[in-house]
C-alpha cells in the first residue's frame, strides 16, 4: 500500500512536469484560483515543492500569492466594491487596517501576510478597498509571503524526493537526512518567529487586532450592576 500510493504520486507529478512551461503556467493559474475560492495557498505550495523541487516550488508559491492577491484587490475594486464596504464595514479590524495603509502603505500589507492570524483570502479582498497602489500592493504580497513560502515548499519537496521512481529510502544517508530535518527546523524556527514579530507590530497599528479571529467583539462577562 505504501509503494502504492508513492507511485500513483510519482506518475501525476512526471505528467505536470513533462508538460514542461504549459504545465508551469496551468499549475501557476490553478494556485491563484484557488486562493481566491479560499483553498489554503499552504496546500498548493507543497505541491508545488513536490513537483518542481524547491527553487522551482519557491517561484510558483511565490507568484500564485502574488496573483491570487492581486486578483482579489482588483475584483474587490473593479466589480464587487459595494458589496465588500457593507460586508467589511461589520469588522473593526477593516477600519483600522484602512487608517494602517494609509499612514504605512505596502508595510501593512506585508506585515499581514506574515502574520498567520489574518486569512490571507479575506484580507486581500479588504485591500481592494484602500487606495494602496496594485504594484505595491504586489510586491508587498510577495514580500511577505518568503517566510511561509518556504516551510511549506521545503516540505513538499522531501516528500516529492520520496515518491520519485528511483527514491530508495534505504540508501539515504542518515546525515543527509539530518541536514534536512535541520533545515526545516531552522526554517519553521526563523518562520515563527518571524510571524510572532509581524503579530506584535500588527497589535500596535490595528487596535482591534486583540478581538476574536475577524474583527468580532469579544463579550466580557460583568458582574454586578452596570
Known amino acids: ?83 465588500a464596504e457593507r460586508f467589511f464595514a461589520r469588522h473593526p479590524t477593516m477600519e483600522d487596517l484602512g487608517s494602517a495603509v494609509q499612514e504605512d502603505g505596502w508595510r501593512i500589507v506585508c506585515l499581514t501576510h506574515l502574520s498567520p492570524i489574518m486569512p490571507f483570502s479575506l484580507v486581500n479582498y479588504a485591500f481592494g478597498l484602500t487606495k494602496i497602489s496594485a504594484t505595491e500592493f504586489l510586491l508587498a504580497t510577495i514580500l511577505g509571503g518568503i517566510p511561509a513560502s518556504c516551510v511549506y515548499v521545503y516540505l513538499g519537496t522531501l516528500a516529492g524526493n520520496l515518491a520519485t521512481p528511483d527514491a530508495d529510502i534505504s540508501q539515504h544517508r542518515t546525515l543527509i537526512w539530518c541536514l534536512r530535518g535541520l533545515g526545516l527546523l531552522a526554517t519553521i524556527g526563523l518562520t515563527i518567529y518571524v510571524a510572532r514579530r509581524a503579530n506584535q507590530a500588527l497589535k500596535k497599528r490595528l487596535p482591534h487586532q486583540g478581538e476574536d479571529s475577524w474583527g468580532r467583539r469579544r463579550r466580557k462577562k460583568v458582574s454586578g450592576s452596570v
Open 1 to 83: 500500500m505504501h509503494t502504492t500510493w508513492l507511485q500513483d504520486i510519482a506518475i501525476w507529478m512526471q505528467c505536470i512536469q513533462s508538460a514542461g512551461w504549459i504545465g508551469w503556467l496551468v499549475y501557476l493559474l490553478l494556485y491563484s484560483l484557488a486562493c481566491l475560492i479560499f483553498i489554503p495557498g499552504s496546500v498548493m505550495s507543497f505541491a508545488a515543492g513536490a513537483i518542481y523541487g524547491f527553487w522551482g516550488g519557491i517561484a510558483i508559491a511565490l507568484l500564485g500569492n502574488g496573483l491570487s492577491a492581486l486578483f482579489s484587490l482588483l475584483i474587490t475594486r473593479y466589480l464587487l466594491r459595494d458589496w
